[in-house]
């Protein structure tokens, strides 16, 4: 059997009543005014100069808490003071995110963009018959993974307990955490959580006895009552986790299909951290790695109810080799369920992803057509010598593991726009980005500086509240992360 | 006049009513069952398998709307279910960070460090001459803001203006903003913020022409009622923001002191970006900057009414030769009111600031005992290969940007400890550590690392709550962070 996209959709109960109950009350919730970016438009409902415990931690009073005060440093544009600031109450306000109502740096999410990936994404998947369980640890945001689900997705990955406890605060009805289980009073409170919720389904890792052993045990102690579903973890030599032979992964398996707590799902691994000496050295590399995967799956002892085995991995770099190699026909050998976890491919980027993802035109890559979706936006605070300026936008504001940020447009004072040409981002610190400038170039202190990302999931944690806008900056939406 | 402790204890209204009242509704707030580590204990109380949105989101229902819950999937311990978890009820508490209360990987800051850190800084600044204006930007945590204030500090250094609507939502009555501002609508929530409370005082740099023509206008358009007082910045050539030459930056105190909204206050300059050939050479070129400074302050025209100016350098790496160098006597000078910017003093760290502060033993180095008081917990998942092991903490959970984790202590299963000896983090991705381990090392899956970190500032950043504990690892308070 195959997972089909709109099969995940009709398995899951994607649109749960719990799941919509607490989306609908995070966007009612106050965006505090201690949000970044959002402190003069949030902050409007609060009486001047006063500490406002209301606006600076969620919701202690409630909302309404927070309402309507005269005479606040409110928006210069008359229309922030008219209620408090909500997710859902931005739709109608559509407050411009390069005006005074947001305060520099911040980070914006192209409504547009995000919308064509994730459709194009779902669209991959259904044509390409694999599933897609999204890496949630990417944009920790409830409101995205309810957009991810319903457009088909199987479920949710998470990497560690903690994603879990969001997820589930937030009714997610099935989770893959692509990882070992280690910490026994989070296996703890996970076996709970199954015990309480018959409708909620989660499958883990393993990758050793010592770790199946301490899986069983950990379950047994928190008497769980419905076999975990887990899945073998192939690795690489010099890899991360996973084992490193088929004869281990073989042994785990048996020790799996053992163990009372577990029930033997499948296999998974993850080819993300494979780099050969070339763009096709790495592919060739991957996709080898995919195959010996695939042989796993294939020599795996049947689930003794007939449940078909799950085959996973695919991060957000290479899952379109993964998807041709874990898919692909073996004489004698059905087709397994493919399950990729791309997360990044949400948002995309101007960096990693765009130099090595499937879409960036690599010869016999194929892929979903992404587009990024997030820019940050600074001003040049100085301009200290010809070649230097000094924008407000730093490690604070966006990852820097896998590159620094890009410029990308010059928004001058006055409102013009020009590319930034040579400009480049030379370095981070903590609060500051070093531009390296042509001498000749008139930028300025005030002028606006647009910068693409490299990395979405190390930029994503640098915000709680993140404005979406429209493809004029209007700003239609704000999406609450937890990390 | 040489800035006391005590006279700025007096001086500004640390303990106000209204950063009492913000700061006490804070550590009632109930800890949400998303925040990363608490997802177990504070999740005690709702009702099981049930989107949460109270606990999802901080206090949409107030305190008291996600109260004790039965049949929860709670803490093994019995305690927690007795009411929601907040800050002020985890000293009754008490619960064991080490334990099934707590999801790992965990942050956790050690009371009895950071108490430590705080009155030896205090100490060293009153004895030395010096204010302190720990800069917030380290922990983004009033509660840790108000220890460092009611210690006697002068007010809180901020880097940005997302980051003063911080202090102000919860009270902080006096902000040295250590950098230029250029964002206009920013500016314009400055003047409205200091025109609505006269108690409110906050001082920022220039380091143009330019930059002061825009931030006159800015001030102008925002109708600002009293001037603004603001620092000129001295830089180093290729180092950040600031004048490259005494000339350009008396040219800049000149346009200031022509601009009716702003009042030349004094001078400031990092010296944070300085790095020599050697740890000697570093510091003979920090203190050659700081002279150079010292001597921009004896150049400025003097205030018209009186007002001495401030004189600030002192990140915290060299704080103790910023000291020295900025008090030390002038023939025909008077003693200037120098003002230091630490943050990262109040944790310390393993790494960074461990080996260049000031505490670190160098010779001719003189500085307040600092003793880190950060530690991440992690447990190990695998250990794939002999000489490889895999802990579940990564770049979601600690800084890298100025150097790996450390291994301290290894925590084997059933409670042991052992130094970490040959333990080395070879490297971090997002959500998992790579371990160099001894071959004949027993570490095994469930075993628990304890990890020293590089850098407090960007280790805080990936933290909302952080639990608080006592030298028996019992947990005795949480502090919010605000990024």
Redesign the interface.
């Known amino acids: 059997m195959t997972i089909q996209a709109g099969q995940q959709s009709a398995a899951s109960p994607v649109a749960s009543q719990?799941?919509r109950?607490?989306l609908a009350?995070?966007r009612d919730?106050p965006i505090p005014?201690?949000s970044?970016?959002f402190?003069?438009l949030a902050?409007a409902g609060r009486a001047?100069?006063?500490?406002?415990?209301?606006?600076?931690?969620?919701?202690?009073?409630?909302?309404g808490a927070g309402g309507p005060g005269a005479?606040?440093?409110?928006a210069?544009d008359g229309t922030a003071a008219d209620s408090i600031v909500t997710s859902a109450s931005l739709a109608g306000r559509r407050p411009y995110l390069l005006?005074?109502?947001?305060?520099?740096?911040v980070l914006v999410l192209r409504e547009a963009a995000m919308r064509q990936n994730i459709a194009a994404m779902a669209g991959y998947c259904a044509a390409a018959g694999v599933g897609l369980a999204p890496h949630g640890?990417t944009t920790m945001a409830?409101q995205i993974f309810a957009r991810q689900l319903a457009a088909g997705a199987w479920g949710m990955t998470a990497?560690?307990?903690?994603q879990v406890?969001?997820y589930?605060?937030?009714?997610v009805p099935r989770v893959l955490i692509a990882?070992?289980?280690?910490?026994?009073?989070?296996i703890?409170?996970l076996a709970?959580?199954l015990?309480?919720?018959p409708?909620?389904e989660c499958y883990a890792y393993v990758?050793?006895a010592?770790?199946v052993r301490?899986l069983d045990d950990s379950l047994r102690a928190a008497g769980a009552r419905r076999p975990l579903p887990v899945l073998v973890e192939l690795?690489q030599?010099?890899?991360?986790?996973?084992?490193?032979s088929m004869d281990e992964a073989l042994a785990v398996a048996k020790a799996t299909a053992a163990a009372a707590t577990l029930r033997l799902a499948g296999a998974a691994g993850f080819e993300g951290?494979i780099h050969g000496d070339s763009a096709a050295a790495t592919a060739a590399a991957v996709a080898a790695f995919c195959r010996d995967l695939r042989t796993l799956g294939d020599l795996l002892p049947a689930d003794p109810a007939g449940t078909p085995h799950l085959l996973s991995a695919g991060g957000s770099a290479y899952f379109d080799i993964v998807a041709r190699e874990l898919t692909a026909a073996r004489p004698g050998h059905s087709r397994p369920e493919v399950l990729i976890r791309s997360g990044a491919y949400v948002t995309h980027d101007h960096g990693l992803y765009a130099a090595i993802g499937p879409g960036a035109g690599q010869p016999g890559r194929t892929g979903p057509a992404l587009v990024p979706a997030l820019e940050l936006w600074a001003?040049?605070?100085?301009?200290?010598?010809p070649g230097?300026a000094?924008a407000?936008a730093g490690?604070?504001d966006t990852g820097?593991?896998q590159g620094l940020p890009v410029p990308l447009r010059i928004r001058h004072t006055g409102g013009r726009e020009t590319p930034a040409g040579r400009l480049r981002v030379t370095k981070l610190?903590?609060?500051?980005a070093?531009l390296s400038v042509p001498e000749e170039s008139p930028l300025?202190?005030?002028d606006l500086i647009c910068l693409g990302i490299s990395h979405p999931?190390?930029t994503f944690?640098?915000w709680?509240v993140i404005p979406v806008a429209d493809e004029e900056y209007r700003v239609i939406d704000a999406i609450?992360t937890?990390?």
Do not use: Y
């Not at 001047?48 to 909302?63: T, Y």
């Not at 005006?99 to 740096?105: A, E, I, R, S, T």
């Not at 001003?379 to 010598?385: A, H, N, Q, T, W």
């Open positions: 719990q799941m109950a607490a009350a995070l919730q005014a201690t970044k970016g402190g003069r902050a001047p100069g006063a500490a406002n415990p209301s606006g600076a931690n969620p919701g202690v009073g409630g909302p005479g606040s440093p409110g210069a005006g005074p109502d947001f305060v520099l740096p640890k409830p990497a560690t307990i903690a406890q969001v589930r605060a937030f009714g990882n070992e289980l280690a910490d026994r009073g989070a703890g409170w709970a959580e015990a309480a919720d409708g909620f990758d050793s010592a770790g301490l690795g030599q010099g890899g991360r986790a996973g084992c490193r951290n001003p040049v605070l100085s301009r200290p010598e230097l000094v407000s490690r604070r820097v593991d610190d903590d609060q500051h070093h300025a202190p005030g999931c190390t944690d640098k709680r609450h937890f990390f």
